[in-house]
């Protein structure tokens, strides 16, 4: 992107001093940065893209020494100034504020010898201070509007990875950041577990309190599930009514009592809403090496609490050696089929 914009502007500035050598009533100019702009556009779109950014960088600098030297040696008071907008706009875009401090300040110098060797009656302070206000104004406008931009990005980024209703990670936040914690559980050989939740019975609480209070009960699960967790644990909303937790550094005891605790806080809730309770799935291993395994053992686990009666916690055991996730599977497909949700 960066050599092929340049390249666009090089070929623009090389078109403008072509048409420009052909206009009646033109001064006369010197068509050595008209031939040095042509030479490197073809070069750009040649071997551009294979260029080092350090070596793109220099085009801007370049770009307004050409530019002054067009105007040093072109008589009379014209526009030619405007081609600054040029290298400032590409400099600025692509290497932020350094960038656009570098180019002002080479077309502050730049134009400032230009008009020095220009006669008196072509060179004035006030052409100097229009040249530099116009391209400054570029500057800080195109910076103003990346600012703007890279807040978006991460706003977009943000959302992507956030449950929009409970605040929590959703599936994709949660995998990336629990990919992040299992790395690091295993190059210290920790025990992680992961904590499986379901809301009991939750279809009947939307049709008998409808679907407003479902969404707060929704929430209210959510802020339990953060208030009792640790910094460094990672709370999500996978979808629909379940909800995990990624629990570094725990083995399934304490992921088992973390559960506990969860349903707890749920009974001495002051709430409005309608008694919320919970089956749980735990299963924890010593470093582990895919988060997706875990989730699956972790849902084998819940839904053998849902089979069990509810309300309850079912700790999954580790896969023994040989044991496949496809087993995991065909145990998990299993339970579903039984409609024991």
Request: proline residues 4%; contains cysteine; charged residues 15%.
């Amino acid at each position: 992107m960066m050599a092929y914009t340049a390249s666009a502007i090089y070929g623009a500035a090389a078109f403008d001093g072509t048409i420009e050598g052909f206009l009646p009533g033109d001064p006369k100019f010197s068509l050595l940065p008209v031939v040095v702009v042509l030479a490197i556009f073809v070069a750009l779109l040649t071997v551009g893209p294979r260029l080092p950014r350090g070596g793109l960088a220099s085009l801007g600098p370049l770009g307004v020494a050409l530019i002054s030297y067009a105007l040093a040696t072109t008589p009379g008071a014209g526009d030619g100034a405007v081609l600054y907008a040029m290298p400032v706009l590409w400099m600025t875009v692509f290497f932020g504020r350094w960038g656009a401090a570098v180019i002002l300040t080479c077309v502050a110098v730049g134009h400032a010898i230009a008009l020095l060797v220009l006669p008196a009656s072509s060179s004035y302070p006030g052409r100097w201070v229009d040249v530099m206000v116009s391209v400054g104004s570029v500057a800080v406008v195109v910076l103003a509007l990346e600012q703007r931009n890279r807040l978006l990005v991460a706003r977009l980024a943000g959302e992507a990875r956030t449950d929009s209703l409970t605040g929590l990670w959703n599936r994709r936040g949660f995998g990336e950041r629990a990919a992040v914690e299992i790395a690091y559980a295993g190059s210290g050989s920790r025990s992680t577990a992961v904590a499986s939740f379901d809301i009991d019975y939750f279809k009947r609480i939307n049709d008998e309190w409808g679907h407003q209070t479902g969404d707060l009960v929704l929430a209210h699960l959510a802020h339990v599930l953060s208030a009792e967790s640790r910094e460094v644990d990672v709370v999500a909303r996978l979808g629909g009514e379940e909800f995990a937790v990624l629990l570094p550094g725990s083995c399934s005891d304490e992921a088992d009592a973390f559960t506990q605790r969860i349903r707890l806080a749920l009974v001495d809730n002051e709430t409005k809403l309608p008694l919320i309770r919970v089956s749980a799935g735990v299963v924890a291993a010593e470093s582990p090496t895919n988060i997706d395994q875990l989730l699956q053992r972790a849902d084998v686990a819940l839904y053998e609490a849902k089979r069990s009666g509810r309300n309850r916690t079912v700790i999954g055991s580790v896969p023994r050696s040989g044991q496949t996730s496809n087993t995991y599977s065909a145990q998990l497909d299993e339970l579903l089929a039984a409609n024991t949700i």
